[in-house]
């Protein structure tokens, strides 16, 4: 492990198709994961995250994303309602519109 892997871990790998703004989406929560969301809320990506600008030329950071919730959403511990948030990609499902 270089120390470059110590401050910026590789986030996991996306959970399908790549993510766009217009695209419908749910955000993906488990227990173990920093400020879950109940019930995986579904909404709609509005703009890219505020993490996208890279500190040091070919730093892979993962991409982030702002969402709109279709309704107000809560967290799992309770604090919200949320009408939108940042996440990052690998936390969000794309899916189908119909």
């Known amino acids: 492990m270089s120390w470059l892997d110590r401050f910026f871990p590789k986030a996991p790998k996306s959970l399908g198709p790549a993510v766009g703004i217009g695209m419908l989406v749910a955000v993906v929560s488990s227990a173990d994961q920093p400020e879950p969301f109940e019930d995986d809320p579904v909404g709609v990506v509005i703009a890219p995250g505020n993490k ?3 500190p ?9 994303w702002t969402v ?3 309704h107000p959403s809560y967290t799992g511990d309770g604090r919200g309602p949320f009408e939108q948030a ?5 936390r969000l499902r794309v899916l189908d519109p119909s």
């Open 86 to 90: 940042t996440f990052p990609e690998w």
């Open 56 to 64: 040091y030329p070919g730093l892979q950071l993962p991409r982030y």
């Open 68 to 70: 709109a919730f279709e």
């Open 52 to 54: 996208e600008i890279a």
